[in-house]
Structure formats: C-alpha cells, structure tokens
C-alpha cells in the first residue's frame, strides 16, 4: 500500500504539477478521492487501470515495482507515436498557483508572444508573467493571450484579451468553427476559428472572421506547441452593430440583383 501511495504522489508531480484538480479532472474523479489515495488509502483496481492506460504506465511497475515506469521505450518510439503523444499531452509545462493551490491564469501580452514560442516550458519565464483569477474559471488550465491585429473582426478587437482553457487531445476535441489559440512554431500564436481536417487531410484550416482582409490558411499538426480552446475575452471596445446591418443589407441588394437578371 505504501509502495502504491508513494508511486501516486510520484505521478502527481510529474503529470500534474502537484495539483489534485488537475488530477481528479484528468481521471473523472474527486478532488476528495486523489487526496485520499495520496495520503494512503489504497485505490480501486478500476482507478489503477486507467490510470496505467491514459498516462502509458506499466501496471507492473505500478503494483509490483517492476520493469521501467513507462511501457515505451522513448528510443524505440516512431515518429507518428511522437505525434500522437505530442497531441495528448496532458497539461502544460509549466502552471502556476495561488495560495489556495488552484491555477492562475497567466496572462501573454503581445509584447511576450516571440518569448512564449520557447519560453512556454520555461518557469522563470512564465513565473514573469502577470497573472489573474476570474470567477467561474476555477477549475480547468486556463491562459490569457492577447490579440494584436484586427483578423478576427468584429468579434474580437485589435488588443482584446482571450482566455482559452487548455485542450488535452486537440488533434481529436477540436471541434469545427470554434474559436482556438494555437501556439505554433512556424505561425506563432494565432485566434482563429479552426476546421479539423487532421484525419482526413493531415491539416487543421484556420479561418479568420475578418476574411475580406484575412485569407484563410492550414497549420500542421507537427507544428503546434499548444492548443487553448476559446472560454472568454475582454474588450475595450463594443462592437458596432451598424457593420453587421450593412452587411446584411449588401448581401440582400446583390440577391436582389441577381433575381433580376435571371428574369430577365
């Protein structure tokens, strides 16, 4: 029993950053049920499963203390398991937390965006970062990007700040014509609405909702670093409803135009 307590707290610190929310979140179960099995109450065979199964550690070594911890040997890993692995990667490198132990969220103004690109598992480097809580955000990762530029007007302004929450497997959950921060070492950090094409065209498509100005374009997966899914943002700015009337209205005048020709 002390063998498996000791071997929990040890998968705690490296998976999860010490942090039994994140834990219990990763495991779909209670704050109250990670604290237990850390202080060693031993856990149900169910429980040890999947946990060997989602973090790909060898039950052996688990509940017998044999063999090497994970069932990989790293040397022996194809590159499409590296990919496969890059995309569930369960949270980010480095979070921080306030005095209560929940997560802050991190803010990356645009000044710090270059920095982010190597510096996202660097602790001094984020650990500089201002950082926030917000109600209702509480429990999840969550990160705070600012938007430099006006792709996706008019829903989000020039300087807005976007609060994403961290996505586990986005090569599988990102989800069609949903908002996304995508950090990518050839685009940088990017807003964008995404279209997942991974499994059948190997690509995500990112869209911007200013795309008069704004093409479209394709990221691969290869390239990505991270992946926020869209939660809230602050604006210093309303939007203006008079834009979206007007393109309304010039849609219905170019129906009507085109009616008329084919009338005549």
């Not at 005095?99 to 984020?126: E, R």
């Not at 996505?167 to 959950?173: G, K, L, P, S």
């Not at 093409?215 to 203006?240: A, T």
Request: aromatic share 10%; proline share 4%; hydrophobic share 35%.
């Amino acid at each position: 029993m002390e063998d498996i307590t000791v071997k929990i707290n040890e998968i705690s610190i490296e998976y999860f950053s010490d942090n039994n929310s994140r834990f219990a979140k990763a495991m779909g179960t209670s704050e109250a049920n990670i604290r237990n099995y850390r202080n060693g109450t031993l856990p149900k065979i169910d429980f040890l499963i999947k946990l060997s199964e989602k973090l790909e550690i060898n039950f052996e070594w688990l509940l017998l203390d044999k063999g090497q911890k994970n069932r990989r040997n790293s040397e022996s890993i194809d590159s499409d398991y590296i990919l496969e692995q890059k995309d569930q990667s369960k949270m980010p490198k480095i979070v921080t937390v306030d005095k209560s132990g929940s997560d802050n969220i991190v803010l990356v103004p645009v000044k710090a965006a270059a920095g982010y690109l190597t510096g996202y598992g660097d602790s001094k480097f984020i650990q500089k970062l201002p950082s926030y809580n917000f109600p209702n955000l509480s429990h999840g990762t969550y990160r705070m990007f600012q938007i430099s530029g006006h792709s996706m007007y008019p829903t989000l302004h020039d300087k807005s700040f976007v609060v994403g929450e961290w996505v586990e497997n986005w090569a599988r959950d990102i989800k069609d014509d949903r908002v996304y921060v995508i950090i990518s070492q050839t685009d940088g950090i990017v807003v964008k609405r995404v279209l997942n094409r991974i499994e059948k065209y190997g690509n995500l498509y990112c869209k911007s909702d200013n795309r008069r100005e704004y093409p479209s374009f394709q990221i691969n997966p290869k390239d990505i670093i991270e992946v926020w899914e869209y939660k809230m943002h602050l604006s210093f700015e309303l939007p203006n409803p008079a834009d979206l009337y007007e393109r309304v209205n010039d849609l219905e005048s170019k129906i009507m135009f085109l009616e008329n020709k084919i009338k005549k």
